[in-house]
């Protein structure tokens, strides 16, 4: 019997082996889009996440917008192509931010590249030098299908700069006011400004220690600490204004950036933060700041809503959403077609999977005591009547107005906790009041916990297969110069 069992499985085992094996299914379905398309729109998304990955990858969009009648239905394939571009460990520790220079070069008819910043809690900051320009798919350089579903696709244009280690604490946040400057900010206190030419220091102001207040009995900070840091700073559209809010202060710290020195401090009285939820149990600080494009006005956010100043430092409005969660993320648009201001709309993100669009020109009675009035609300994305629970943790606007068939409709990038990217495509209306329309394009699954993200519209593809590999290291070798003068003139 045994032996005649020992059979049995071999031949069991030759029949599973003459089978056809199963096809691994991709994570999404998709209508594959042709390479190369002369008409396309690729759009780079550049992520950050706990398990300190970097990861980058392109999205192509179809040369038309999808009709309405596609849609609508449920089970339409997705028009979008996903491209990984790069994937690694770029930290030691979790990624907190990422910032984004404007173009290095100023002639747009040529290929650009932009600098890619990455702060975490390791203390470090590396730089990248990222090409705005996908490379064409050819022979030479492929794109390779995965057993996920989604392809990958270098560019050899990519490249490492360095890190900055200037900084002693976990970096909180980094900004390029211009392409000649780089500001990071740190829970060291300090704010630094940094010359991208050589990448040297020029000026450092440091806020003051916070001072202890009501510390919790079941606190396990050592004797004398307190919490502190920088969390957010906005610099003014004329680069000779910043302000800056912190851990541990109920309170903005005005910056005068001319002299690099303390311009004054606002403390934030008992009815603004009452206006937004925050209690004598909440730290009353603020989480972010951002200036409008025309540097009038200026909003801070809190944990459970945002406060509109504006240039004379008091609160114009608020904005509390409904039903009440907690806010991520702030961020003013410019939807008019001259760029003007005419239709700038204050944007947030939240913790219940939404964004919401408010206008801050237009403003009612507040619904409670307090006599900040309220924003009103435009619009919003997401939710549960989308099916979206999860945290925001950033988002982006892309304006697409260089492309003739999409014309007037902007892309909404997503980034959640829960590590998938969601892409909607939405236009407003010529009265703001009449709110939006938007539709889910796509969206695609990294894997990671997200918290951060950057992304842009891409140049047209750029042909690779008449440049030699010398041509390909000039960038670095161009990086690599002024870093050996610079060290040439320090030996002198």
């Given at each position: 019997?045994?032996k005649?069992?020992?059979?049995e499985?071999?031949?069991?085992?030759?029949?599973?082996?003459?089978?056809?094996?199963?096809?691994?299914?991709?994570?999404?379905?998709?209508?594959?889009?042709?390479?190369?398309?002369?008409?396309?729109?690729?759009?780079?998304?550049?992520?950050?996440?706990?398990?300190?990955?970097?990861?980058?990858f392109?999205?192509?969009?179809?040369?038309?917008?999808?009709?309405?009648?596609?849609?609508?239905?449920?089970?339409?394939?997705?028009t979008?192509?996903?491209?990984?571009?790069?994937?690694?460990?770029?930290?030691?520790?979790?990624?907190?931010?990422?910032?984004?220079?404007?173009?290095?070069?100023?002639?747009?008819?040529?290929?650009?590249?932009?600098?890619?910043?990455?702060?975490?809690?390791?203390?470090?900051?590396?730089?990248?030098?990222?090409?705005?320009?996908?490379?064409?798919?050819?022979?030479?350089?492929?794109?390779?299908?995965?057993?996920?579903?989604?392809k990958?696709?270098?560019?050899?244009?990519?490249?490492?700069?360095?890190?900055?280690?200037?900084?002693?604490?976990?970096?909180?946040?980094?900004?390029?006011?211009?392409?000649?400057?780089l500001?990071?900010?740190?829970?060291?206190?300090?704010?630094?400004?940094?010359?991208?030419?050589?990448?040297?220091?020029?000026?450092?102001?440091?806020?003051?220690?916070?001072?202890?207040?009501?510390?919790?009995?079941?606190?396990?900070?050592?004797?004398?600490?307190?919490?502190?840091?920088?969390?957010?700073?906005?610099?003014?559209?004329?680069?000779?204004?910043?302000?800056?809010?912190?851990r541990?202060?109920?309170?903005?710290r005005?910056?005068?950036?001319?002299?690099?020195?303390?311009?004054?401090?606002?403390?934030?009285?008992?009815?603004?933060?009452?206006?937004?939820?925050e209690?004598?149990?909440?730290?009353?600080?603020?989480?972010?700041?951002?200036?409008?494009?025309?540097?009038?006005?200026?909003?801070?956010?809190?944990?459970?809503?945002?406060?509109v100043?504006?240039?004379?430092?008091?609160?114009?409005?608020?904005?509390?959403?409904?039903?009440?969660?907690?806010?991520?993320?702030?961020k003013?648009?410019?939807?008019?077609?001259?760029?003007?201001?005419?239709k700038?709309?204050?944007?947030?993100?939240?913790?219940?999977?939404?964004?919401?669009?408010?206008?801050?020109?237009?403003?009612?009675?507040?619904?409670?005591?307090?006599?900040?009035?309220?924003?009103?609300?435009?619009?919003?994305?997401?939710?549960?009547?989308?099916?979206?629970?999860?945290?925001?943790?950033?988002?982006?606007?892309?304006?697409?107005?260089?492309?003739?068939?999409?014309?007037?409709?902007?892309?909404?990038?997503?980034?959640?906790?829960?590590?998938?990217?969601?892409?909607?495509?939405?236009?407003?209306?010529?009265?703001t009041?009449?709110?939006?329309?938007?539709?889910l394009?796509?969206?695609?699954?990294?894997?990671?916990?997200?918290?951060?993200m950057?992304?842009?519209?891409?140049?047209?593809?750029?042909?690779?297969?008449?440049?030699?590999?010398?041509?390909?290291?000039?960038?670095?070798?161009?990086?690599?110069a002024?870093?050996?003068?610079?060290?040439?003139?320090?030996?002198?």
């Amino acid at each position: 019997m045994a032996k005649r069992k020992r059979v049995e499985i071999a031949t069991n085992d030759q029949a599973g082996q003459d089978q056809p094996r199963k096809a691994v299914k991709a994570a999404a379905v998709t209508s594959e889009l042709p390479e190369n398309d002369p008409g396309a729109v690729t759009i780079q998304i550049v992520t950050g996440s706990y398990q300190s990955v970097l990861h980058g990858f392109t999205v192509t969009l179809p040369a038309e917008p999808p009709s309405d009648e596609k849609a609508l239905k449920k089970d339409a394939p997705s028009t979008l192509r996903f491209a990984d571009t790069f994937l690694f460990q770029a930290h030691t520790s979790a990624i907190r931010t990422l910032a984004l220079s404007p173009p290095t070069n100023t002639d747009s008819s040529q290929p650009q590249t932009a600098i890619l910043a990455t702060g975490g809690s390791d203390e470090r900051i590396n730089l990248y030098s990222i090409s705005m320009a996908p490379p064409m798919v050819s022979e030479r350089y492929p794109s390779i299908s995965t057993l996920a579903g989604n392809k990958i696709l270098e560019n050899p244009k990519n490249r490492e700069i360095g890190t900055l280690l200037h900084h002693s604490s976990s970096i909180t946040t980094l900004y390029f006011p211009s392409k000649s400057k780089l500001l990071s900010a740190a829970e060291d206190n300090t704010i630094s400004v940094t010359r991208v030419r050589d990448w040297n220091v020029v000026s450092t102001v440091k806020a003051p220690q916070p001072k202890a207040q009501g510390r919790p009995s079941g606190d396990t900070a050592p004797l004398g600490s307190v919490p502190c840091g920088i969390n957010d700073f906005a610099v003014h559209p004329s680069m000779k204004l910043m302000i800056s809010v912190g851990r541990g202060e109920r309170c903005m710290r005005l910056w005068n950036l001319m002299t690099g020195k303390k311009a004054g401090v606002l403390n934030f009285d008992r009815e603004l933060l009452q206006s937004v939820k925050e209690n004598k149990r909440s730290t009353g600080e603020g989480r972010a700041i951002v200036w409008d494009n025309a540097g009038e006005e200026f909003t801070i956010a809190f944990e459970w809503g945002v406060v509109v100043f504006g240039v004379d430092s008091i609160p114009r409005c608020k904005a509390i959403p409904s039903p009440s969660t907690k806010v991520q993320k702030v961020k003013y648009v410019d939807f008019s077609t001259d760029k003007d201001g005419s239709k700038e709309i204050l944007t947030v993100s939240t913790d219940d999977g939404r964004v919401l669009f408010y206008s801050t020109k237009e403003t009612s009675a507040s619904s409670d005591s307090s006599t900040i009035p309220d924003a009103q609300l435009v619009g919003q994305l997401g939710g549960k009547a989308s099916g979206l629970t999860g945290r925001i943790k950033g988002f982006e606007i892309l304006d697409l107005a260089d492309f003739d068939k999409w014309k007037g409709t902007y892309l909404l990038v997503t980034s959640g906790s829960d590590g998938i990217i969601r892409i909607w495509s939405f236009k407003i209306k010529e009265a703001t009041t009449e709110g939006l329309s938007s539709t889910l394009l796509g969206s695609y699954e990294t894997g990671n916990r997200i918290t951060c993200m950057v992304s842009f519209v891409m140049q047209k593809p750029q042909d690779l297969e008449s440049i030699n590999e010398s041509d390909l290291g000039s960038d670095k070798e161009e990086e690599e110069a002024p870093e050996e003068s610079s060290s040439d003139s320090d030996q002198d």
